[in-house]
């Protein structure tokens, strides 16, 4: 997690820091400690006073962050010494009744998952903000012409709500795998040694499914210490997600360029200011959207390399997951913050994209044209004329519409005027306005 005063804002937020701070996992790794105690003593494996005592410790303020931090690199396990210090801050030798039955990973595993359960709350609160945003966007701009592009150059209109709406539909199905991946994320973690209960005898998967309720948690069907699979998927939608954020950002800055100049991000005073060139306004929320998000796929991939776990307790491969969690879920929220700034104030400009429609003299309908003429002379024959004079064309030779208006296999099929239609960008969007709203009606549901 960036540690930087200065660029921490740039490439996360305050709140997913909070999640992920040590003093967070010490108070969710104490919640799952207290959690157990009061449960095995409503279970009467555990004295009852025991399991009372234990919970006027699970104050994480109160705990010295640097002393467990000494602890956890003298053990290799910063459980060990969080158990040490609960044992030792209870009276009467009653903190021996802590972890009863418990290891290290169930601990440290659900303690992630509550983590992990709060990490999703800002992920799925701009997710929704973005998709909002976005659909408010395509209602807007619903027919709003422009030039549509492939490899980066013309190819025929769509509009700019259009585009929008494709970026949304993206969205709603991340949306759709958030909801799918709660259950098999959010399960709690209590096995012992191997997984198998055997420290509590008969009374284990009674605990378990205790705790898990306590905690607001599901109860696995058997341990998960090394089938890491959930862990995994949750990185993948990470990527996924954060792509797509990256892909929206990738079309706005090239829209943003110079000579294009359609989209801008928000204005801001200051931003995306040059050191030297006074005019300059780059792009900055987009660019910090593809930086973080290339760093979220890579962080994912690592977090699918930390499945290979051996036998029952990884060796190397559970450990990678501490550091790769927090990170990911840092940079994911810094580059879902800027997606949301981005999509809530983002300005077009209709004028220009007009003006670029007109660019090229009409050659954007090239394919209007060729279609008008196909039923009356042959689609392919209509293709090879159109293109021929597109060529004329490009090379100075003429306009557009003069070229077809006087081109004598032409000529007698259309008029002038039936040209200067299938000239019309506005009249070449197809059904985009339909598709429109065929997304906005999934996100009106």
Same mark, same amino acid.
Request: hydrophobic residues 45%; proline residues 5%; negative net charge.
């Given at each position: 997690?960036?540690?930087?005063? &200065? ?7 305050? =709140?997913? *820091? ?41 104050? #994480? ?10 602890? *956890? ?5 910063? &459980?060990?010494?969080?158990? $040490? ?28 998952? %509550?983590?992990? +359960? ?19 966007? #395509?209602?807007?701009? @619903? ?38 991946? +709660?259950?098999? %994320? ?9 997984? !198998? ?13 205790? /705790? ?10 058997? #341990?998960?210490? !090394? ?12 990527? /996924? /997600? ?11 800055? %090239? ?15 200051? +931003? ?9 306004? $780059? ?13 979220? @796929? ?7 390399? #930390? ?7 990884? *060796? ?26 981005? =999509? ?6 209709? *004028?220009?994209? @007009? ?24 689609? $392919? ?28 296999? &032409? ?7 039936? /040209? ?26």
């Amino acid at each position: 997690m960036p540690v930087s005063p &200065i660029f921490a804002a740039l490439f996360t937020t305050e =709140a997913m *820091t909070d999640i992920w701070s040590d003093r967070t996992r010490l108070q969710r790794c104490l919640d799952v400690e207290l959690a157990l105690a009061r449960v095995q003593a409503h279970l009467n494996l555990i004295p009852k006073d025991a399991a009372e005592e234990i919970q006027r410790h699970g104050n #994480a303020q109160t705990y010295n962050l640097e002393a467990l931090a000494q602890g *956890t690199t003298r053990a290799g396990s910063p &459980i060990i010494p969080i158990v $040490n210090a609960l044992v030792a801050a209870c009276a009467n030798k009653q903190g021996e009744w802590a972890h009863w039955g418990a290891t290290t990973q169930d601990i440290m595993d659900t303690a992630m998952v %509550l983590q992990l +359960r709060d990490a999703l709350v800002p992920i799925q609160s701009d997710l929704v903000a973005i998709c909002t945003a976005l659909a408010a966007l #395509a209602q807007r701009h @619903r027919d709003v012409p422009m030039a549509g592009r492939s490899n980066l150059q013309h190819a025929i209109p769509v509009t700019f709500g259009y585009k929008m709406a494709v970026i949304l539909a993206g969205f709603q199905r991340h949306r759709e795998r958030l909801a799918q991946l +709660r259950p098999r %994320l959010l399960v709690a973690q209590f096995g012992g040694a191997t997984g !198998t209960l055997a420290s509590l005898g008969p009374n284990g998967l009674e605990v378990q499914q205790a /705790l898990a309720a306590e905690l607001g948690l599901a109860q696995p069907v058997i #341990a998960w210490h !090394t089938a890491r699979d959930s862990l995994a998927e949750a990185g993948q939608f990470l990527a /996924l /997600l954060t792509a797509s954020c990256a892909k929206f950002a990738l079309d706005i800055r %090239l829209l943003m360029q110079t000579e294009i100049a359609e989209a801008a991000e928000p204005a801001q005073p200051g +931003r995306g200011a040059s050191s030297t060139m006074p005019q300059k306004r $780059n792009p900055v929320l987009g660019n910090f959207i593809h930086a973080g998000a290339a760093l979220v @796929r890579q962080m994912s991939s690592s977090l699918t390399e #930390a499945m290979l776990q051996d036998h029952e307790r990884g *060796t190397g491969t559970f450990q990678m997951e501490w550091a790769l969690i927090p990170e990911l879920f840092a940079h994911a929220a810094g580059v879902l913050a800027h997606t949301r700034t981005l =999509a809530e104030g983002l300005t077009i400009d209709p *004028t220009r994209m @007009r003006a670029n429609l007109n660019l090229t003299g009409g050659l954007i309908l090239a394919e209007a044209v060729m279609m008008g003429l196909g039923p009356k002379i042959g689609r $392919n024959r209509a293709h090879d004329l159109v293109q021929d004079i597109c060529r004329e064309v490009a090379a100075g030779h003429g306009t557009f519409l003069d070229l077809l208006a006087t081109n004598p296999e &032409i000529a007698p099929h259309a008029t002038r005027t039936e /040209l200067e239609t299938l000239l019309d960008p506005a009249a070449y969007t197809g059904l985009a306005g339909t598709m429109v709203d065929r997304v906005l009606g999934v996100e009106g549901e």
